[in-house]
């Protein structure tokens, strides 16, 4: 199998690392590493059409994708999830194109799936034998999926909030699992002082150089998708980020080949008013976040107090002149029934974010009705049953 993956580079002091050794963050600067490839090799090897008769997951964008070894890769067939019109909530937000782009149909349930895919597979060809994971949830059961794929003994830490079906969902694939009191951020403190006395690999958000290459496939699908064209807004629930950094990625990958031109979607960084550091940051211009202090929100996936790679997801954001939203716990919830309701879709409590925040932006006049937004949904709903109660 060919492969173009050529070094890896900190994001902050562009110092290149070996990726033919595990890495994790620069050594020099503690920056978030990014995989580069050889582009130019990418643009003659493969071309637009060659992905017709391909698999129909996120590998078939492998010559783009960090494994030199086809038998080193583990998948379920992740990716390549649909984009559905949404035709009647659309109309009735006062949207003529809305599209849910649904990471909801995909293994273990989230499209963090994506991420541990990559990572995994990563870990096999390195020979990585043990890993663990700090999680809000959905993190921590793609980790144990793909690694009892791989083979690889898994260790997950997650915070006593966590819904108990993600936990047993991790118990089921046979990892180690540790609840926390506290947040993310106590759960990323017990799995550092494992890492820092060598009993594992840590595949922590950002702290690990692969998980945002699998992440960055839902730029690749969206485009493909769209036909090598690029929808005008996409409204993303943000968390620890490796989303947005991934498909800001991903098209500039997608340009460099010269598959796409001209303008960028614009990203809308959602958050809940329970934690929103990443949305305060670029609402008061700054390039890092300050910690959020009681984290609380129904959205797991967004209670991230202060992502690892802040200055990554706001210069994104900032680079498609994109901006950010807040929405309400309540506005979330009631967000997710009223897809659920017209449209028979139930989604997470994360996309349902994405949902609340489109009056508000049409509000502000940030979106226009007559453009094309697409809304990531990261996950399926059945594994929230709180979302389902009435309050
Ligand atoms: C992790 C997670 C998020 C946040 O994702 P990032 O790309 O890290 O910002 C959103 N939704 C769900 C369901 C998640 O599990
Ligand atoms: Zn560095």
Redesign the pocket.
């Known amino acids: 199998m060919a492969h173009f993956l050529s070094h890896l580079e900190c994001s902050k002091c562009s110092r290149k690392h070996d990726p033919n050794e595990p890495q994790t963050v620069c050594v020099e600067c503690k920056g978030v590493l990014l995989a580069r490839y050889d582009l130019d090799k990418v643009a003659k090897a493969l071309s637009k059409n060659d992905l017709r008769s391909r698999v129909g997951s996120m590998w078939r964008y492998r010559e783009l994708l960090p494994i030199k070894e086809e038998k080193n890769i583990v998948t379920l067939g992740e990716g390549f999830t649909p984009i559905l019109q949404l035709k009647r909530l659309g109309p009735k937000l006062g949207f003529k194109h809305l599209f849910l782009k649904d990471?909801g149909q995909i293994p273990t349930?989230?499209?963090?799936a994506r991420?541990m895919s990559a990572a995994i597979s990563k870990c096999k060809e390195l020979g990585i034998g043990k890993v663990a994971v700090p999680?809000?949830?959905?993190?921590g059961a793609a980790m144990s999926a793909y690694a009892a794929q791989a083979g690889i003994e898994a260790h997950v830490y997650m915070p006593r909030e966590t819904p108990e079906v993600i936990k047993l969902e991790c118990a089921v694939y046979g990892a180690q699992v540790t609840v926390v009191d506290g947040t993310i951020a106590d759960a990323g403190k017990l799995v550092g002082e494992g890492t820092a006395r060598k009993v594992w690999f840590e595949m922590s958000?950002?702290k690990e150089p692969y998980r945002v290459e699998g992440?960055k496939t839902m730029g690749f699908e969206i485009a493909e998708q769209f036909e090598w064209t690029l929808p005008d807004v996409i409204l993303?629930?943000?968390?620890?980020?490796?989303?947005?950094?991934?498909m800001a990625k991903a098209f500039d990958e997608l340009e460099s080949i010269g598959w796409i031109k001209g303008a960028r979607p614009r990203f809308v960084?959602v958050q809940t008013s329970g934690c929103a550091p990443i949305a305060k940051a670029i609402q008061d211009h700054k390039g890092n976040c300050d910690f959020w202090e009681n984290a609380k929100t129904i959205?797991?996936?967004?209670r991230?107090p202060k992502?690892y790679a802040d200055y990554l997801?706001i210069k994104a954001v900032n680079a498609s002149k994109g901006t950010s939203m807040v929405v309400s716990e309540e506005e979330l919830l009631k967000s997710v029934k009223l897809l659920a309701r017209t449209e028979g879709n139930w989604i997470?409590?994360?996309?349902g974010a994405t949902i609340a925040s489109l009056p508000h932006l049409l509000e502000e006049g940030v979106v226009d009705r007559d453009e094309n937004v697409v809304l990531y949904?990261?996950?399926v709903g059945i594994l929230y049953q709180e979302t389902a109660r009435e309050p």
């Open positions: 990471d349930g989230s499209f963090k991420g999680t809000a949830g959905n993190a958000t950002m992440k993303y629930p943000t968390g620890g980020g490796t989303g947005i950094v991934g960084a959205a797991a996936g967004l991230v992502p997801i997470c409590p994360e996309g949904n990261t996950g």
